[in-house]
T-cell receptor, first 115, second 116 residues
Framework: AQKITQTQPGMFVQEKEAVTLDCTYD???????LFWYKQPSSGEMIFLIY??????QNATEGRYSLNFQKARKSANLVISASQLGDSAMYFC????????????FGTGTRLKVLA | GAGVSQSPSNKVTEKGKDVELRCDPI?????LYWYRQSLGQGLEFLIY????????KSGLPSDRFSAERTGGSVSTLTIQRTQQEDSAVYLC??????????????FGPGTRLTVL
């Protein structure tokens, strides 16, 4: 069975500093995709970044990067130069490619950026 | 439309009443997902559709919950005899449904259901 674990229910970071949000996963699929979403207090889910299981390089999107360690089954999100607008819930998710279109989400990490 | 839309945005109902929640996916997206999010919690998978069929209904919490999709487009999530614990935000998402790893889900704004 597939599973996503986010062990940090809440995190604080000082503005302009970097922060790492942890995500570990479990799957028997050889091929899978990992996603991070941001959910501000307004409620909408915003796609941030994607990492494929066969990608050789860590994904980056602007200030977001994904620290993908396949052997450890971790896909941590790194936000550099934090901004006040980064305060939100962050969800890690996974999709297997072999026979299922189902996405599994973690329980989320609430990030608060301090001025 | 340009994105996923859901209606109503808010629904207040009395315990025991039936409710219908609607989702309009992005045009051409074959995969459609329903999630439930209780206050301050993560996303709980309910059901997903590929076309009009639902290969995975494993997340539906009870037989009071059902969903259908017609014409490979609009989907309706029905909750019968609502209970107070059904109060949550119901999120719909769609994706192109292609059998490849990268298949971003696009989320709707959600329907906030309150059962009194």
């Amino acid at each position: 069975a597939q599973k996503i674990t986010q062990t940090q229910p809440g995190m604080f970071v000082q503005e302009k500093e970097a922060v790492t949000l942890d995500c570990t996963y479990d799957t028997s699929d050889p091929s899978y995709g990992l996603f991070w979403y941001k959910q501000p207090s307004s409620g909408e889910m915003i796609f941030l970044i994607y990492q494929g299981s066969y990608d050789q390089q860590n994904a980056t999107e602007g200030r977001y990067s994904l620290n993908f360690q396949k052997a450890r089954k971790s896909a941590n999100l790194v936000i550099s130069a934090s901004q006040l607008g980064d305060s939100a819930m962050y969800f890690c998710a996974m999709r297997g490619a072999s026979g299922t279109y189902k996405y599994i989400f973690g329980t989320g990490t609430r990030l608060k950026v301090l001025a | 439309g340009a994105g996923v839309s859901q209606s109503p945005s808010n629904k207040v109902t009395e315990k025991g009443k039936d409710v219908e929640l609607r989702c309009d996916p992005i045009s051409g997206h074959t995969a459609l997902y329903w999630y439930r999010q209780s206050l301050g919690q993560g996303l709980e998978f309910l059901i997903y559709f590929q076309g009009n069929s639902a290969p995975d209904k494993s997340g539906l919490p009870s037989d009071r919950f059902s969903a259908e999709r017609t014409g490979g487009s609009v989907s309706t999530l029905t909750i019968q005899r609502t209970q107070q614990e059904d109060s949550a935000v119901y999120l719909c998402a769609s994706s192109s449904g292609l059998a490849r790893q990268y298949n971003e889900q696009f989320f709707g704004p959600g329907t906030r259901l309150t059962v009194l």
